[in-house]
């Protein structure tokens, strides 16, 4: 019998039972079903809603039934979602006692307390996640900042830079994703139970000492957004599909710098797969793995967004749709970082082809410009200028690094001899000192400044959690 079935003449159908269940998703919200039934239990007591006695009777069993079901001693079956499932175990063990839990309570913003809870560890976990990749990109950055590499934009080489200077550009967007996810985690960090079904309840309860039991740092203030929130969870799937755009693009590129036509990088066969019919072959299967799974957590944030997009307020029992999206883009999330992260040193950066590679395109060409304008062209003249000695290499087989003095002098009479030194590929990268830029010592400050940021944004407690 359910526990809601009072009112009913005639037991559910068995197809309508298994299609409206939902254990076999939520039974991993277990954890957090009963840290939020200890806090709201706890404060019943307190309260004088329900006998101190009781209380203390009914958290010693919930915190029983929480380390069962941790140490595999109990498991979590036969019950329409994990709340019913904790609430009738709770019931069995100290009898009747067990059903004045509920009291004040629905299961309207049990779930939304429980989903939150569970977010924030989520999103602590992920950023730890997060913290490593970071700490490993900027390890291999520290060793090829002196490693020259084509730049491109729209796919065609454009300037020089150096592997450093690449690896860190995606150190920046890692730590863009774990700011966002801090910032998401203060939305996430707000209490709503005591919002009941939708207007709250007449009981006193003290709802600040609910979330100061669970370490919220606030709590919701209108009880119809309190238990139709899912905001918080759309915004979570959002920065898990930026997390995997990133990923993405890094692994894009991994993929074809991998390919002979560019012969950049080796891949380790720890982390590459062979194909059933061509002996020659070694796949970047884990990167493209990454690549296509970043479209599943992308579906994921259109899930959620598409079942909230028409519900009107307040709870909906559309909003059961919620978890499947959360906990699959957490686990493949989760998953991507981790084998990313484990992969990415394995490495092996063909330096020599790198750096031949910057050679070619005329990728001093702006430097070549820049030097006319330091010696008093316009820079737009200057473009044009150096436009026409691209065509001229271009026409004739040549390259700005090979060409004469004399070759320089026929497009403009400013050109000395220090244009020879000018466009080697080393003296254009080295030249560019600014922040932001690719000089070794400037991309060595960046990595410092990284190091440094990293223990203020991941402080020592977010690893014990």
Sequence with gaps: MKMWSGRFKNDIDSRADAFNASLPFDKRLYKHDIMGSIAHCTMLGECGIIPQNEAETICAALSDIFFDIKNGKLAVCDAEDIHMFVEEKLTAR????????????????????????????????????????????????????????????????????????????????????????????????????????????????????????????????????????????????????????????????????????????????????????????????????????????????????????????????DMQEDKEAVFDAEDTVKACLEIFTAMLPTLRFHTDALETGAQGGFTAATDCADYLVRKGMPFREAHAVIGGLVLYCTEYGKDLSTLSLEEFKNYSTLFEADILNCVKIKNVVYARKIVGAPAPKAVSNEIKRIRKLLPRMFPEKSEEQ
């Design 94 to 317: 100290v009898g009747d006692v067990g059903k004045k839990l509920h009291t004040a309570r629905s299961r309207n913003d049990q779930v939304a307390l429980d989903l939150r809870l569970y977010l924030r560890d989520s999103v602590d976990e992920i950023n730890l996640l997060l913290r490593d990749l970071i700490k490993t990109i900027v390890d291999l950055a520290e060793q090829h900042t002196e490693t020259i590499i084509p730049a491109y934009t729209h796919m065609q080489k454009a300037q020089p830079t150096t592997l450093a200077h690449h690896l860190m550009a995606y150190a920046e967007m890692f730590l863009r994703d774990a700011e966002r996810f801090l910032d998401t985690r203060k939305r996430i960090n707000i209490m709503p139970l005591g919002s009941g079904a939708c207007t709250g309840t007449t009981f006193p309860i003290n709802r600040k000492r609910v979330a100061e039991l669970l370490d919220f740092d606030d709590v919701t203030h209108n009880a119809l957004d309190g238990v139709s929130d899912r905001d918080y969870a759309i915004e979570y799937l959002t920065d898990v599909a930026t997390v995997m755009m990133h990923l993405s693009r890094f692994n894009e590129e991994i993929i074809y710098w991998a390919s002979d036509e560019f012969g950049y990088i080796g891949l380790d066969d720890r982390f590459s797969t062979g194909s059933s019919i061509m002996p020659q072959k070694k796949n970047p299967d884990m990167s493209e793995l990454i690549r296509g799974k970043t479209g599943r957590c992308y579906g994921n944030l259109m899930r959620l967004l598409t079942v909230m997009k028409g519900l009107p307020l307040a709870y909906n029992k």
